[in-house]
């Protein structure tokens, strides 16, 4: 009998591996992280790109995978059939609902449109109190620099208070970030991690 996982965390990204290898690297560093720990990855429940990637990385490394896929993507032959649990769900709302409800934290790694939605949806659930769950922003490659300094533009202009922007980890370091969620969302003391790293 596979034991349960010692905690799970959502990661978004993207379907698509881009255009640096770095972002591929990373997403690895990411699944064989979470895995190593014996936690579980929460994700899309696809097959492609960095996706695929952090996924099987995960499996690799020992780690479970929780894909919540909609009935389209998976006509579509997008599927990861190794997932541990595959949850086959009508459409987008039940998928994104199903993935928070699956994690104890949530990471954004490097993706395009459903990435930065899925992204703002949970992080606005944590600002209006419908969760108390981390998330973290990993800003691989500069690539989230830009975001980062329009939301500090959103806090300058008055739209965005400095506790909501607090509700966000950024950061560029997968070994500083990761940590840092899992801790965030109750699971070990720093010392506890440190001795599994």
């Given amino acids: 009998?596979?034991?349960?996982?010692?905690?799970?965390?959502?990661?978004?990204?993207?379907?698509?591996?881009?255009?640096?290898?770095?972002?591929?690297?990373?997403?690895?560093?990411?699944?064989?992280?979470?895995?190593?720990?014996?936690?579980?990855?929460?994700?899309?429940?696809?097959?492609?790109?960095?996706?695929?990637?952090?996924?099987?990385?995960?499996?690799?490394?020992?780690?479970?995978?929780?894909?919540?896929?909609?009935?389209?993507?998976?006509?579509?032959?997008?599927?990861?059939?190794?997932?541990?649990?595959?949850?086959?769900?009508?459409?987008?709302?039940?998928?994104?609902?199903?993935?928070?409800?699956?994690?104890?934290?949530?990471?954004?790694?490097?993706?395009?449109?459903?990435?930065?939605e899925e992204l703002f949806e949970v992080w606005a659930w944590r600002q209006l109190g419908y969760h108390q769950k981390p998330i973290g922003l990993l800003n691989v490659a500069g690539y989230y620099d830009g975001l980062v300094q329009f939301l500090e533009h959103t806090v300058n202009a008055g739209f965005v208070g400095p506790w909501q922007m607090d509700l966000l980890h950024v950061g560029s370091d997968a070994t500083r970030l990761l940590p840092q969620l899992v801790q965030a969302g109750g699971f070990g003391s720093a010392e506890g991690l440190r001795e599994r790293l």
């Fill in 1 to 116: 009998m596979t034991p349960s996982p010692t905690f799970s965390l959502c990661v978004y990204c993207g379907s698509r591996p881009g255009n640096d290898v770095l972002f591929t690297d990373v997403a690895t560093q990411v699944g064989h992280w979470i895995g190593e720990r014996g936690g579980a990855l929460v994700y899309g429940g696809g097959n492609n790109g960095l996706m695929g990637t952090v996924a099987h990385a995960t499996l690799e490394a020992g780690g479970t995978m929780v894909g919540v896929i909609p009935q389209a993507l998976v006509d579509k032959e997008c599927a990861n059939h190794a997932c541990t649990e595959l949850h086959v769900v009508a459409n987008m709302h039940e998928r994104k609902a199903l993935m928070a409800e699956r994690a104890d934290a949530f990471l954004a790694l490097p993706g395009g449109i459903g990435t930065f």
